[in-house]
């Protein structure tokens, strides 16, 4: 069942429908996560 749904909705993007979706990342959430990922990666090099 999921195949057929996934090969479905590739369909209606392959014909140029929009399937909706959550919007992409803004500015503000790309700083955000950078400097989240820049903290994590930081302590782990510790």
């Known amino acids: 069942e999921?195949?057929?749904?996934?090969?479905f909705m590739q369909d209606l993007r392959d014909?140029?429908?929009q399937s909706g979706g959550?919007?992409?990342f803004g500015e503000k959430e790309k700083r955000a996560?950078?400097?989240t990922f820049d903290q994590v990666?930081?302590?782990?090099?510790r």
Do not use: H, W
């Open 33 to 35: 996560f950078a400097a």
């Open 15 to 17: 014909a140029g429908l």
């Open 2 to 7: 999921r195949l057929s749904i996934r090969d």
């Open 41 to 45: 990666v930081t302590k782990k090099n």
């Open 22 to 24: 959550p919007s992409p």
